[in-house]
């Protein structure tokens, strides 16, 4: 926030400077027919036009990274093999006789695992979507001749919910060498659900600040025009701040980071199952700052020479990127999950003015 204020500042602070400039389109005086500078108030709607991007997630398991795999229950074993590979016929009775008294494989016996496909991966179809939102907008202009001014487009930062979309799950496969190999390999394959985005409501929250500037040309003429369309273009600026992560898709992070600290510690197993690791993992989210081009159409009506009304359209194409990482003391980085936001918004926005 603090870079923000110090930017909308920094601003507003050079609009004196411009007024004293020694250039050629300085060169009207007042009493020419405008005022030189107006402000404006009015409600600012906001609505996203981008579509959910993938997420990508990274662990600290390296692809072919060999694990202990512990104490892990036959019926896990038998779940996790992968469809049509071949078992040896001793070991797949082993495994239905433990399984059928619900008996653990003890890790004396169930060996290590070769582990791929958790290292890096990516989820189509996940993502986040902005959702709409209405604020108070501030819009503040100075002419620097009748025609042309610089506009500064401010307002209420709002709380703005991040609709989450599909589910996420983690590719896993290994080949399980247990009892030391000598009754063959296993090869295992899942799909191990880590959350669904969309099933607790927005998945995220957080508070924009979006100041932006733009240059901008008014038709028509001052004392003449009552209506006068304008246009302009320019530069958005996009910070955000207060962000919060949906506490379902938290808990949720949380058993993820659990499992790949599992596989850390050589409990492979209880990775599959589920089970607490001896980490504490903390999930964080974060956004990047962004710049967007901006243009805008609009126009001002004048009840009389200092009061008017204004409505716009301005179209922003502006996109970040969020990471939600997951850490612990212990073990350091243990997820990260990165995806683009493409929020690219259409700006509506009608209010009442003041010119002096």
Known sequence: MKKTLLCVATSIAALPMLTHADLPYFSLQDGDGFKRFSVSVGALHV????????????T????SETAKVGDIKAQTVLDNIKPGSSVNPLLKATLDGLALINADVPSALSGTAEIRGLSQWDNPGTGLEADDVTTLGIMTNYFFTDNISFEMKAGIPP???????????????????PMGGALGNLELENDIFITDLEAHGPAASARAWTPAFEFQYHFGKTGVNKFRPYIGVGMMYAYFN??????????????AGHMIANIKEGNAGASLEGKKSSANPKVKLEATDAFAPIATVGFTYDFNDKWFAVGSVSYAHLKNETTITVKDATHGELIKSTANIEINPILAYAGVGYRF
């Open 47 to 58: 609505m996203p036009q981008g579509k959910a991007q993938p997420f990508r997630v990274n």
């Open 242 to 255: 207060e962000l919060e992560i949906n506490p379902q898709t938290e808990k949720d992070l949380i058993a």
């Open 60 to 63: 600290s398991v390296k692809e």
């Open 159 to 177: 709380k703005v919910d991040l609709q989450g979309k599909g589910k996420i799950y983690a590719p896993f496969s290994a080949t399980a060498t």
